[in-house]
């Protein structure tokens, strides 16, 4: 290798380069090249540190590559909580959608309910959520994302059951059983800007699976949407609404100062998925 060729690649004077040289095999105790007439040459020693630099090299790159990715958010981690198991077809192909443009990116869900959600994403215990917009919490940073229609679910026995559809007003001589946490009525108040405040409403602090279940066991009838209804379960069934008003907004919910460039990415592209599809 000649001095003189280094030196002018790298715009140094060749006696820049010489020094340096001799400043490092001072530092390592080692010769690493052999100097005569034809340039400079490796010594055993500088090949065996060669290999160790070549490592140290490429673990920067590594390193580099790596910074370089996570601060576009290719890749990383998302944190997801959602309120209704992302069982239908929206929830469900926007996810799909996702999985395939961020290949990279671990997903990870957290099915809560409506204190749970708001408490873990003010704890930073999750990066983003969907929450049904009738359960956001005041000044939630967040955005529409789908609109998903409203079924009955009835105990199959039950005469409405056989009806190609029903109307508010023929749910409203029912029980209503609904879903309600330890301070929290936003399912219950939902329920009744559809069907009113004389309902007869049973609340119940369970999952929509248990609730499902005791419509089943003829304690009452409730509203579901229209994913959840493509689960059966045994003794419900599920009959369309014929209003206009019968769906449930689901919105994407973030913390405003969350800086994670995956994160942002997710809340990007779920915003555009929605947008270019119509979802809201």
Same mark, same amino acid.
């Not at 040289?21 to 105790?29: K, N, Q, S």
């Not at 890749?75 to 996702?98: D, F, M, N, Y």
């Not at 969907?130 to 199959?156: D, G, I, N, Q």
């Given at each position: 290798?000649?001095?003189?060729?280094?030196?002018?690649?790298?715009?140094?004077?060749?006696?820049?380069?010489?020094?340096?040289?001799?400043?490092?095999?001072?530092?390592?105790?080692?010769?690493?090249?052999?100097?005569?007439?034809?340039?400079?040459?490796?010594?055993?020693?500088?090949?065996?540190?060669?290999?160790?630099?070549?490592?140290?090299?490429?673990?920067?790159?590594?390193?580099?590559?790596?910074?370089?990715?996570?601060?576009?958010?290719?890749?990383?981690?998302?944190?997801?909580?959602?309120?209704? *198991? *992302?069982?239908?077809?929206?929830?469900?192909?926007?996810?799909?959608?996702?999985?395939?443009?961020?290949?990279?990116?671990?997903?990870?869900?957290?099915?809560?309910?409506?204190?749970?959600?708001?408490?873990?994403?003010?704890?930073?215990?999750?990066?983003?959520?969907?929450?049904?917009?009738?359960?956001?919490?005041?000044?939630?940073?967040?955005?529409?994302?789908?609109?998903?229609?409203?079924?009955?679910?009835?105990?199959?026995?039950? *005469?409405?059951?056989?009806?190609?559809?029903?109307?508010?007003?023929?749910?409203?001589?029912?029980?209503?059983?609904?879903?309600?946490?330890?301070?929290?009525?936003?399912?219950?108040?939902?329920?009744?800007?559809?069907?009113?405040?004389?309902?007869?409403?049973?609340?119940? *602090?369970?999952?929509?699976?248990?609730?499902?279940?005791?419509?089943?066991?003829?304690?009452?009838?409730?509203?579901?949407?229209?994913?959840?209804?493509?689960?059966?379960?045994?003794?419900?069934?599920?009959?369309?609404?014929?209003?206009?008003?019968?769906?449930?907004?689901?919105?994407?919910?973030?913390?405003?100062?969350?800086?994670?460039?995956?994160?942002?990415?997710?809340?990007?592209?779920?915003?555009?998925?929605?947008?270019?599809?119509?979802?809201?």
């Amino acid at each position: 290798m000649s001095l003189t060729r280094a030196a002018e690649m790298l715009g140094l004077n060749a006696s820049t380069i010489s020094r340096r040289i001799t400043r490092v095999e001072d530092e390592l105790g080692v010769t690493l090249f052999e100097r005569g007439r034809s340039g400079l040459r490796l010594t055993e020693a500088g090949r065996f540190m060669m290999i160790h630099v070549q490592r140290s090299l490429d673990d920067i790159e590594a390193l580099i590559r790596a910074g370089q990715n996570n601060g576009h958010g290719l890749t990383g981690k998302v944190r997801l909580g959602v309120r209704l *198991p *992302p069982i239908g077809e929206l929830l469900r192909s926007l996810l799909g959608a996702w999985r395939v443009a961020a290949s990279d990116v671990d997903l990870i869900v957290y099915e809560m309910n409506d204190h749970e959600l708001r408490a873990a994403i003010a704890e930073r215990r999750l990066d983003v959520a969907f929450v049904p917009r009738h359960a956001l919490w005041p000044k939630a940073t967040s955005m529409p994302a789908y609109r998903e229609a409203l079924v009955a679910a009835l105990p199959s026995v039950h *005469p409405l059951s056989a009806r190609p559809a029903v109307t508010w007003e023929l749910l409203r001589d029912e029980v209503v059983l609904t879903q309600e946490w330890e301070g929290s009525h936003t399912a219950l108040e939902f329920f009744a800007s559809f069907l009113g405040s004389g309902v007869r409403f049973s609340a119940h *602090p369970a999952s929509k699976q248990t609730v499902l279940g005791l419509v089943a066991a003829g304690y009452g009838v409730t509203l579901a949407t229209a994913s959840q209804g493509t689960v059966g379960i045994p003794g419900v069934t599920y009959v369309p609404i014929a209003e206009q008003n019968a769906w449930v907004m689901v919105d994407l919910v973030w913390a405003a100062d969350r800086e994670e460039p995956v994160v942002g990415r997710f809340v990007a592209f779920i915003r555009d998925e929605a947008r270019s599809r119509g979802l809201g």
